[in-house]
Structure formats: structure tokens, C-alpha cells
């Protein structure tokens, strides 16, 4: 295993490189959740935005020839949006600016995914479904396209209007955990949804006075959406229930610095049946 060049960056004492050095560390794992892999390139250029040499913007620019210079071969390869999406990533976890509101989580979307995606930042007009391994080709049951807007609106209303004064910390955790999972499995993009949703909840975190700069997103990026998916499926016949403990496990580790294992194996349905038979 490749040695992470991005450690040593959170373990600074300069809190700049820190901060860098987490938002790039995070942006990388995060393309995990679509099996992508960012470049070797990508990393390099990364270093040099933490060191100082360049700096967001010039990333970029740097990112867009190296592309027109070294077109993908192949129509399967991913590694451009990988590269562009962290890119993308890193610049919106290093800025503090942020609005609890539908049309910021549909900005992220199209920060992130502007001539990546023909719909970067609109809310899908189709239904979908998604053959998800953790349920065994099972998909969880989205959002319906006609209803998209209004129960995006309507999850924020409910979260805004929300308070957590005198509530324990396991209270906020699942309170937490069942937001983020309800908001999450409107699945109100075409593609994109779980690296625009782990954005806009680090960010939502920040305002809410969670200090969110830890490696737990970037080295459990699908463990996160195999919790996301665990915790919006039924399967009642087969004694499956839709359930937030192992998304609470991953906030706790979060939020909380606690040390839950976070094993996929763990969330897989058939691994559910085999330890009930027992």
C-alpha cells in the first residue's frame, strides 16, 4: 500500500497546511463512494496547494491542461472527474461559507460537477434505481422525480426548524444520522448524490459547531454510503429493517473521536441472514 501523502499534512502544528491537507485528504477518499481513483498527477498537484506553491485556481488551470494534453483513452475511464471532483472538493471544505438552504445543496452539486455532468446542479426529471452490493443487487427506493423539490424543501424546513437545545449527544447523533440519511436518499441528483451530500454535511457540521477535520470521511468514504443506503431499506419478509446504527457508528468515530470498527462486511445483508441462522 502507497504510503498517504496526506497525514503528515493533518498532523501539522500550521494550521493552514492542516486544514489543506484535511480538505485534500477528504476529497480524494470521497471518490471512493463511486469507486474512482484519482491520479498520480492529481496528488502532486495536490502537495503543491498545501505547500503553498499554487494556489486553488491555479490548480485548476493546471488540472484543465494537463487533460486537453492527456485525453482519456478510454470511455470507461473516470479519473478525469476524479481528479476535477476533488479538486472541486478541497476548494469548497477550504472556505467557511455556507447556507442551510435547497439551493446550496444544488450548488455544491454543480461546483462539484460543472462540465462533468449535463445536469451538474438540477434535480433529476426520472425516476431511478440503483443495484446496491451491500443488499445483495438490491436497490434502495429513491425519491420520486415529481416529488423531488418539494420533499427536498420540506426535509429542510423540518431540520431548520428543529432544536437541539437539552438534548444528549447520542440524541443528536441519531438525529443527525436520520437527517442526513432522509436528505441523502431523496437522491435528488441524476449522479452525484453521496460526494454532494458528504460536502454539504461537513459543512452544515462546521455551522452547528462540530470540529469536522478528521481522516474518518476520507479513509470510510463507502462505508458512509453503505450506512446511507442500510439506513433506507426495508426488506420485512426477510427480517431486514432500515436501521441508523451503523451510520451513527461513522458519526460517533466523527464527531466524537470514539474508535467503532467500520467493516462493509459488517452492513451486508447477507451477512445479516448468515448470523441470524446461528
Known amino acids: 500500500m502507497k504510503k498517504d501523502p496526506f497525514k503528515e499534512y493533518i498532523k501539522e502544528s500550521e494550521p493552514n497546511k492542516r486544514d489543506k491537507g484535511y480538505a485534500w485528504h477528504t476529497a480524494i477518499g470521497l471518490q471512493a463512494v463511486d469507486g474512482l481513483q484519482t491520479s498520480e498527477y492529481l496528488v502532486h498537484t ?3 496547494n498545501i505547500e503553498g506553491e499554487i494556489s486553488f485556481q491555479e490548480a485548476d488551470a493546471l488540472l484543465q ?3 486537453e494534453e492527456n ?5 470507461d475511464d473516470r479519473t478525469e472527474e476524479a481528479d476535477k471532483v476533488s479538486l472541486r472538493i478541497a476548494t469548497l471544505l477550504s472556505e467557511r461559507a455556507f447556507s442551510f438552504t435547497p439551493n446550496e445543496y444544488l450548488s455544491i452539486h454543480r461546483k462539484l460537477f460543472a462540465g462533468i455532468y449535463p445536469h451538474a446542479g438540477c434535480i433529476r426529471d426520472y425516476n431511478i434505481i440503483k443495484r446496491e452490493w451491500v443488499l445483495d443487487g438490491a436497490t434502495v427506493l429513491y425519491g420520486s422525480a415529481t416529488e423531488l423539490r418539494a420533499t ?6 423540518v431540520e431548520r426548524e428543529f432544536s437541539y437545545r437539552n438534548l444528549s449527544m447520542d440524541e443528536i447523533i441519531h438525529h443527525l444520522a436520520v437527517f442526513i440519511s432522509r ?3 431523496i437522491h435528488v441528483f441524476g449522479e452525484g448524490n453521496t460526494r454532494t451530500t458528504a460536502v454539504f454535511f461537513i459543512k452544515y457540521l462546521w455551522t452547528l459547531g462540530f470540529d469536522v477535520t478528521n ?3 476520507a479513509g470510510n468514504a463507502w462505508y458512509f454510503r453503505n450506512a446511507l443506503v442500510r439506513a433506507n431499506y426495508n426488506d420485512l419478509k426477510n427480517g431486514i429493517h432500515e436501521t441508523t446504527e451503523y451510520l451513527e457508528m461513522f458519526l460517533r468515530n466523527l464527531l466524537l473521536h470514539e474508535d467503532h470498527p467500520l467493516h462493509n462486511r459488517a452492513l451486508h445483508i447477507s451477512g445479516a441472514f ?3 441462522e446461528k
Open 215 to 217: 481522516d474518518i470521511f
Open 152 to 157: 427536498l424543501e420540506y426535509d429542510f424546513s
Open 46 to 48: 495536490a502537495v503543491r
Open 274 to 276: 448468515r448470523e441470524t
Open 183 to 185: 436528505l441523502w436518499q
Open 71 to 75: 485525453p482519456a483513452r478510454d470511455a
Open 65 to 67: 491542461t494537463y487533460y
